[in-house]
């Protein structure tokens, strides 16, 4: 079933601790982006990826970092954990970088201690 | 700043029609979108409208008025599968999404 997949599902993580959230699309979208989910928040825009080889901030982006070496694969990755980054990241896709409607992954439930 | 304002929590009984409201204030403006979010799952695309109106989608309707910076999502004939979170989207001017935290809609039977 073509989608977007997300891994791990969940994870407990020590502070301090370098981590990589994955990431993968089989629908050849262009477009990619990593969204932090908080309770009583909306959905806010931690990076993005108009087309392979290209990456852009987004709203939260201190702490995490992101690669596009393919159109498939859009790895998320925090350098050095902190509580605060307890949270569920949502990776989303469209098929190009405007209004397009953007496809969700089910989700990485992250707990940093 | 950005800003996307929507009810928390609404109640409906199942059969009923419901209207949730969003007002938004973006820094120019390229559509309007909703999504469904189930507890635990991730949102799914819903509607979007970027011209003043009502666009029809089976039990679901959204609406849209650029001038006034607002817009509704309909359900009629609430399910209860139609329990869960709705969130607005408005679309900016450089094409990234602002989210408002969602509407929480509880149905009853």
């Known amino acids: 079933i073509a989608g977007i997949t997300q891994a791990p599902t969940s994870q407990i993580l020590a502070a301090g601790r370098r981590m990589t959230l994955r990431c993968t699309q089989d629908?050849?979208?262009?477009?990619m982006y990593w969204y932090r989910q908080d309770l009583g928040l909306g959905l806010r825009l931690i990076h993005y990826?108009?087309?392979?080889?290209?990456?852009g901030k987004g709203e939260v982006p201190d702490g995490y970092s992101v690669s596009r070496a393919n159109t498939d694969d859009f790895p998320l990755t925090l350098a050095s954990a902190v509580p605060s980054q307890t949270s569920v990241y949502f990776c989303?896709?469209?098929?190009?970088?405007?209004?397009?409607?953007?496809?969700f992954g089910d989700g990485t439930r992250l707990s940093i201690l | 700043g950005q800003n996307i304002d929507q009810p928390t929590e609404m109640t409906a009984t199942e059969g009923a029609i419901v209207q949730i409201n969003c007002t938004y204030q973006?820094?120019?403006?390229?559509?309007l979108f909703w999504y469904q979010q189930h507890a635990g799952e991730a949102p799914t695309f819903l509607s979007y409208?970027?011209l003043d109106g009502l666009e029809e989608k089976g039990r679901f309707s959204s609406f849209l008025s650029r001038s006034k910076g607002y817009s509704y999502l309909l359900l009629k004939e609430l399910q209860m599968k139609d329990s869960a979170s709705y969130l607005c989207?408005?679309?900016?001017?450089?094409?990234?999404?602002?989210w408002g935290a969602g509407t929480k809609l509880i149905i009853k039977p």
């Open positions: 989303a896709s469209s098929d190009s970088f405007d209004n397009q409607p953007q496809h």
């Open positions: 629908m050849r979208h262009n477009a």
């Open positions: 990826s108009n087309t392979a080889g290209t990456t």
């Open positions: 973006t820094s120019g403006f390229n559509g």
């Open positions: 409208n970027v």
């Open positions: 989207a408005a679309l900016d001017s450089n094409y990234q999404l602002i």
